[in-house]
């Protein structure tokens, strides 16, 4: 049986979703949800940061690839914050949007020359998910293949 007074004071003090907490305490997210109206979370809780890819203002570009390189940074710099407490549609999202810079990449690449050189992108992959990883060894199978 849940320990009810253990789950508020979580609740309270962290800032695990519903979906999390419930799941870590093996109960259904419309429960927790529906006991938790009553509780009030600290004000020093540090809520997790929306997803936001584009910075607020962003820079001027000049190309489609320079876009997708300020992406991919502003996304690395998201996940490496947030990767931990992201929910599964945040894990969508971000998801889809390296998928999307990876392709603009890729396709830039393809019109271009290949014998010039490219700038190298440094990417933390120890807070990235599976199918992030994947669209990565993709993305660089390409590149090698164009550029070997």
Do not use: C
């Given at each position: 049986?849940?320990?009810?007074?253990?789950?508020?004071?979580?609740?309270?003090?962290?800032a695990l979703s519903f979906r999390a907490l419930a799941t870590k305490h093996?109960?259904?997210?419309?429960?927790?949800?529906?006991?938790?109206?009553?509780?009030?979370?600290?004000?020093?809780?540090?809520?997790?940061?929306?997803?936001?890819i584009v910075p607020a203002e962003p820079e001027r570009t000049h190309s489609?690839?320079?876009?997708?390189?300020?992406?991919?940074?502003?996304?690395?710099?998201?996940?490496?914050?947030?990767?931990?407490?992201?929910?599964?549609?945040?894990?969508?999202?971000?998801?889809?949007?390296?998928?999307?810079?990876?392709?603009i990449l890729a396709s830039q690449v393809a019109e271009e020359d290949t014998?010039?050189?490219?700038?190298?992108?440094?990417?933390?992959?120890?807070?990235?998910?599976?199918?992030?990883?994947?669209?990565?060894?993709?993305?660089?199978?390409?590149?090698?293949?164009?550029?070997?």
């Open positions: 049986m849940a320990s009810w007074n253990a789950i508020q004071r979580e609740y309270e003090t962290t093996h109960i259904p997210t419309t429960t927790l949800y529906n006991r938790s109206r009553k509780w009030k979370r600290s004000a020093d809780v540090e809520e997790q940061e929306p997803l936001s489609a690839s320079e876009g997708a390189t300020l992406g991919i940074s502003a996304l690395v710099a998201y996940l490496n914050k947030n990767a931990r407490n992201m929910n599964l549609t945040d894990h969508i999202r971000a998801s889809t949007a390296l998928s999307q810079y990876s392709r014998t010039e050189n490219f700038d190298l992108i440094t990417i933390d992959t120890r807070e990235l998910s599976a199918s992030q990883l994947a669209e990565l060894k993709v993305f660089a199978l390409k590149m090698k293949g164009q550029t070997g």
